[in-house]
């Protein structure tokens, strides 16, 4: 079974533009979950989607979106790119929304904000 | 507001001794742990978890105790072999509600052969 990708896997922009991610998740798989990881702060929770609808959101501000497909493909977007937003994006897919279902990680996105 | 801190950015273990990671949580709310191990160019990937009804949970060379009253859990690996060097992650989450995982800054675990 094919595991979770992401593309593009590295992305190079300029500050003030926006950009969006894609994840695939585990066939099977309807939710899916986006992670910020920076060396500072380690994996932070940017939202969960599953069926279509946003379950659950983490404390980003309101440029971070994300939007999930009928097929589970999801999306993140990123309006007016900041420096601080240069980071390994990750996404994770699971069957559906638990603690004890495993969630699978994407090996993640690189974006740089120049 | 770092809810679960790892203070030990990196660790080196000779091959073959114990390695013991450490990981504190601040919120009481947390009821479901798990470690997480990433290799460079990857994404992590789940190694071993604890519900806060256990105090230790085992898989093979892996070992998680749990510490509730402290708030504290530690990942013991024995022995250590060179391919366990990576990135470990301890993470937490409530079993109920809103279940995403919050993670620590990672350990970089070097294993030296």
């Known amino acids: 079974k094919a595991g979770v990708t992401q593309t593009p896997r590295y992305l190079i922009k300029t500050r003030g533009q926006q950009v969006t991610l894609s994840c695939s998740p585990i066939?099977?798989?309807?939710?899916v979950s986006w992670y910020q990881q920076t060396p500072g702060q380690g994996l932070q929770f940017l939202f969960e989607?599953?069926?279509?609808?946003?379950?659950n959101k983490g404390n980003f501000p309101g440029r971070f979106s994300g939007r999930q497909f009928s097929n589970s493909r999801s999306e993140m977007n990123v309006s007016t790119l900041e420096l601080g937003d240069s980071a390994l994006y990750l996404c994770a897919s699971r069957t559906i929304p638990g603690a004890h279902n495993e969630q699978f990680f994407g090996p993640g996105t690189r974006l740089t904000v120049l | 507001d770092q809810q679960v801190k790892q203070n030990s950015p990196s660790l080196s273990v000779q091959e073959g001794r114990i390695s013991i990671l450490n990981c504190d949580y601040t919120n009481s709310m947390f009821d479901y742990f798990l470690w997480y191990k990433k290799y460079p160019a990857e994404g992590p990937t789940f190694l071993i978890s604890i519900s806060s009804i256990k105090d230790k949970n085992e898989d093979g060379r892996f070992t998680v105790f749990l510490n509730k009253s402290a708030k504290h859990l530690s990942l013991h690996i024995v022995p250590s072999q060179p391919g366990d060097s990576a990135v470990y992650f301890c993470?937490?989450?409530?079993?109920?509600?809103?279940?995403?995982?919050?993670f620590g800054t990672g350990t970089r675990l070097t294993v030296i052969p």
């Open positions: 989607y599953f069926s279509e609808t946003q379950r």
């Open positions: 066939s099977g798989h309807r939710s």
């Open positions: 993470a937490a989450t409530p079993q109920t509600g809103a279940n995403n995982l919050f």
